[in-house]
């Protein structure tokens, strides 16, 4: 038995390889993985119905082939050489030309299964249900364990989404995912007193990851939801057969977030601005009160029916005095008639008629005075009276009540406003406090980083190869690197 380093074994394969293909060679098929590289290089993959082959065409290569853009689902004839990629022992074609032959397999059965659909109506805009624009409750039928449900539920909080999610774990790639897709949308679709809209998601990658969402079962379970669809799928570019059956499409699962807490961000603005609106206007609304008030007051002042009685009441008085000594003086002058009179009648009549005449003058004067007495203690009776009702009718108290009537309104609209705030806050944060235990971002806060090739996580130096796109993801965000080499670490037991 021979034995081999990995090296000496990867080189044998390499020289028994370009030896038996030490030419050009051309080769068919599908375009898929296709991607262009800030450099000018081109890395794809040509598949069939069974295999598949990694391709690189370089920049000069690829600037030399402008007659056609190559994109996936693209059947192509791939002209180049055979090698072997030693950093990473795979095999590849390194590609010189590529020519256009015709729509691929992939896109062929796209159109037919599209075409079908759309014939028998499940396309159909007026069968289309309409997404609730505040959602109580939500149900996500997606991969749990998925970067994309995490997108979707930070991207909620963030805009003030409050409604619950629950989410039905599927696996979302390949062929063995239909049936748990299918199931789960069969379930979750028919319980419309429990959800007010259906999100079915997966976040970005190649048309083999997207296939499943192409296939005919799962379009057909989909549009027999009767809770309303959203078709979550992909990134903006991708569009699947699900795309056109659900009730709404929208290019991310991040965009499907957006979308259902649209209604939830517009009513936590317009709350604001009502609540500012409304302290407003009843600030204002006080305001004009005060200064009405203080104007009424002042007005009081200057023609309080108070003042006019008591100046009246004191005009009855100067009155009365006047009368008494307007009486007085014509007593006084009916005596020093009488007086006169009486030295006439000694001598012409008895003594009895004067005193007779002069007690009926006593009794006259008697009985005015009596009168007089009455009708002024009518007119002050008559004037408490009077001033008594004006002081229940007064602007004044009426002022006094509407003022005390506006401050309950206000206290009362305050402490609703404070209720609902601390309601909602409620429920807000235990959500939050949930989302921050599973945001995988807090490793990355401390210095770490996640790195992908394609959309694979790179654990080991052997999972990427020379001139490999890597995706390096930061706390702040991404940087694109090529590898242009590697270096093994080396065991600290060996």
């Known amino acids: 038995m021979n034995k081999y380093s990995v090296t000496e074994l990867t080189k044998a394969v390499k020289q028994l390889l370009e030896n ?55 059947s192509v004839e791939a002209v180049g050489e055979l090698t072997v990629y030693e950093a990473g022992g795979n095999y590849q074609l390194l590609v010189k030309k590529l020519d256009y032959d015709s729509v691929g397999l992939f896109w062929k059965l796209f159109e037919e299964v599209k075409q079908k659909l759309e014939a028998e109506g499940l396309f159909s805009e007026e069968t289309k249900k309409q997404i609730p624009y505040l959602p109580k409750r939500v149900a996500v039928v997606t991969s749990a364990t998925g970067a994309a449900v995490k997108d979707f539920l930070v991207t909620m909080r963030s805009l003030g989404g409050v409604f619950s999610v629950d989410v039905w774990s599927v696996p979302v790639q390949g062929k063995d995912a239909v049936a748990p897709i299918v199931k789960a949308l069969g379930e979750s679709g028919k319980m419309t007193a429990r959800y007010d809209a259906l999100v079915l998601m997966r976040g970005g990658g190649s048309l083999e990851d997207l296939a499943v ?37 929208v290019a991310t699962p991040t965009a499907a977030a957006n979308l259902l807490s649209a209604g939830y961000a517009e009513a936590h603005k317009n709350l604001d601005s009502r609540h500012k609106r409304i302290t407003e206007l009843v600030l204002n609304r006080l305001f004009q009160n005060m200064q009405r008030l203080d104007m009424l007051q002042s007005s009081v002042v200057s023609y309080s029916p108070v003042n006019r009685i008591q100046r009246d009441r004191q005009s009855i008085l100067m009155y009365e005095k006047s009368c008494f000594s307007a009486i007085k003086h014509k007593i006084q002058q009916k005596r020093s008639h009488l007086s006169d009179l009486g030295g006439i009648l000694q001598t012409l009549s008895p003594r009895t008629a004067v005193d007779r005449d002069r007690r009926r003058l006593e009794n006259s004067i008697s009985l005015f005075r009596e009168i007089m007495v009455k009708k002024l203690s009518a007119l002050s009776q008559r004037t408490d009276r009077i001033a008594g009702r004006m002081s229940l009718l007064s602007p004044v108290m009426k002022l006094e009540k509407y003022k005390n009537s506006a401050e309950k309104q206000t206290d009362r609209l305050v402490q609703i406003l404070s209720r609902k705030t601390a309601e909602n806050r409620s429920r807000l944060e235990p959500l939050m406090a949930k989302l921050e ?30 001139q490999d796109e890597l995706d390096i993801r930061l706390k702040d965000g991404y940087i694109s690197s090529f590898v242009t080499g590697r270096k093994v670490s080396e065991d600290k037991d060996g």
């Open 213 to 249: 969402f192409n296939e005919e079962p799962v379009a057909r379970a989909l549009k027999a939801c009767d809770v309303p669809t959203v078709s979550a799928i992909g990134h903006e570019r991708d569009f699947s057969i699900c795309d056109f059956v659900a009730d709404m499409r």
């Open 20 to 74: 038996t293909f030490n030419d050009n060679i051309a080769v068919k098929g599908e375009i898929s993985s296709f991607s262009a590289s800030p450099a000018g290089h081109l890395y794809f993959v040509l598949k069939d119905e069974k295999s598949q082959i990694k391709c690189v065409m370089f920049k000069g290569s690829a600037m030399s082939n402008r007659g056609y853009t190559p994109k996936n689902g693209d």
């Open 437 to 466: 235990t599973l945001n995988p971002d807090n490793l990355l806060s401390k210095g770490y980083a996640r790195v992908t090739t394609g959309k694979r996580t790179v654990k080991s130096v052997f999972d990427v190869s020379l």
